[in-house]
Each structure stands twice: as structure tokens, then as C-alpha cells.
Nanobody, 121 residues
Framework: QVQLVESGGGLVQAGGSLRLSCAAS????????RGWYRQTPGKQRELVAA???????NYAESVKGRFTISKDNTKNTVYLQMNSLKPEDTAVYYC???????????????WGQGTQVTVSS
């Protein structure tokens, strides 16, 4: 069974930092990250950060200069470093990726289970 497992969420005070990880587990040869998203109750899931096809990065305006997306291809893991956190960053954070599984098949648009980030004022 393949999975994307997010971790690193928690409760932090405003101004603090968290580092989220999204690790692929199971028989996965490679991942192609589609980015980090977040969702709050009653709202649509929104893109927070992603890699572009050209290899650079793209961020939501609300997190520019505070969040950094990175990846370690050797570990099939994607990270989201979140600094200067604000109460409005409170959400469930999800990673999304395409997964290369045995047989040369890609599983597209695969979601992790999410990790809760709560920022107190």
C-alpha cells in the first residue's frame, strides 16, 4: 500500500515556526510533488506552495517570504518550512503528489491524510 504521510504539525504561538514533512511510504519509486495545500472548515482547499515545471517555486501571496517548499528526492520527501506563523495560517495542511509505483505506473494527484497546524495569538 502506498501512502503520503504528512507530519510536523502542531500548536505554535504566533511568530513561531514549524517544519512539515511529506514522506512517501510503501512501494514508491519516485514522487512528483504537486505542492502543499491547506484547508479550513467551510472553505476550499487552497494551494500554499508548489514547484513549477521549470524547477522554481510558487507561493500563495499570503505566505510569500515566510514559507519555503523544498524536497529531498533521495528520500521521496517534500518539506514546508513555515516561519513567522500567524493565526490565519491555522489549517489542515495536505501534500499532493504523483507517485511512480512498480510496473512503471503513475498514480496521479495523490493526497496525504493531512496534518493540523494551529497558531495561537
Amino acid at each position: 500500500q502506498v501512502q503520503l504521510v504528512e507530519s510536523g504539525g502542531g500548536l505554535v504561538q504566533a511568530g513561531g515556526s514549524l517544519r512539515l514533512s511529506c514522506a512517501a511510504s510503501g512501494r514508491i519509486f519516485s514522487i512528483n510533488s504537486r505542492g502543499w495545500y491547506r484547508q479550513t472548515p467551510g472553505k476550499q482547499r487552497e494551494l500554499v506552495a508548489a514547484f513549477t515545471s521549470g524547477g522554481s517555486t510558487n507561493y500563495a501571496e499570503s505566505v510569500k517570504g515566510r514559507f519555503t517548499i523544498s524536497k529531498d528526492n533521495t528520500k521521496n520527501t517534500v518539506y514546508l518550512q513555515m516561519n513567522s506563523l500567524k493565526p490565519e495560517d491555522t489549517a489542515v495542511y495536505y501534500c499532493n503528489a504523483d507517485l511512480l509505483i512498480p510496473g512503471g505506473h503513475w498514480v496521479y494527484n495523490y493526497w496525504g491524510q493531512g496534518t493540523q497546524v494551529t497558531v495561537s495569538s
